[in-house]
């Protein structure tokens, strides 16, 4: 003989965690959810920072992401590292170096693919 057997599972919808932008930052980008951007960091205009990516501290805004810079998701930006306008960073990338203007860097450690 065989017991029915009874399971419930309660599923909880995922809600985004919202981004978090330390208060001595500038950031005038647009920033996705689950992001860190640390102190004097600077995120310039049309900069776009996606979901889960980590832009490391500063000092006194050497760290700089230039115009039109896209962060794709999962990016880790190291402390003081600043990418030229235009560049694009792929999706997991670790970035140690400064990155050139309208390039495009991938891998960890990021290097120019492009």
Known sequence: MSAAVSIQIDFK????VAPVVHRKAL???WVGAGSVVDEYAYVSVNAE??????VGPCTHVDGVLG???VLER???VGTGVRIGDGAVV?????VFDDVAPHSVAAG???RRIA
């Not at 920072?49 to 980590?54: A, E, L, S, T």
């Open 67 to 69: 115009d039109g810079v």
């Open 108 to 110: 960890s450690p990021a």
């Open 27 to 29: 950031c005038e980008g």
């Open 13 to 16: 919808p995922l809600r985004p």
């Open 49 to 54: 920072i996606g979901p889960n990516c980590y």
């Open 74 to 76: 999962g990016v880790l």
């Open 90 to 94: 792929r999706a997991g990338s670790m």
